[in-house]
């Protein structure tokens, strides 16, 4: 269940993981289906071990519902990921949780179309999760009128 959301900012990402929330709750999917919305400078921290601590509080707190990351491609640098880099630490301790089919919330990492499918495809782990991805179309439809 987790998902991928692409498309430029201002174009209904945050709003409609607030409405999946409302709706999976209202199903039974998820046990209260609020949103956490996060990014990389509340996730990475400045110490070791404070991006694993960080993500695993984000995890915890968005527990029965939508954990939101927002321009998730900002955890992965450097085109191939550097190992040094802290954010590579909170997509380790996502992975973990992304392969649990166990789960009472979904995680949907958001951001740019072109750095998400660049971080996806980059990222052998990201990718065998088979995450669900959606476009949103709204930007390029208020463009074309």
Request: glycine share 14%; charged share 25%.
């Amino acid at each position: 269940m987790h998902m991928v959301f692409t498309g430029n900012p201002g174009t209904g990402k945050t709003t409609i993981a607030k409405y999946l929330g409302e709706i999976y709750h209202s199903i039974g999917v998820l046990s209260s289906g609020h949103v956490v919305v996060t990014d990389r400078s509340k996730l990475v921290g400045e110490f070791i071990g404070d991006a694993e601590k960080n993500t695993t509080n984000a995890i915890s707190s968005a527990s029965g519902g939508v954990l939101f990351i927002d321009e998730a491609y900002n955890l992965f640098v450097g085109g191939r990921g550097d190992k040094k880099d802290y954010g590579m630490r909170v997509i380790e301790t996502l992975l973990t949780y992304l392969g649990s089919d166990d789960t009472d919330m979904i995680v949907i990492l958001a951001g740019y179309t072109g750095e998400m499918n660049s971080m996806l495809e980059a990222n052998p782990g990201m990718k065998s999760r088979k995450l669900r991805s959606e476009e949103s179309r709204v930007g390029k439809e208020r463009r074309s009128r």
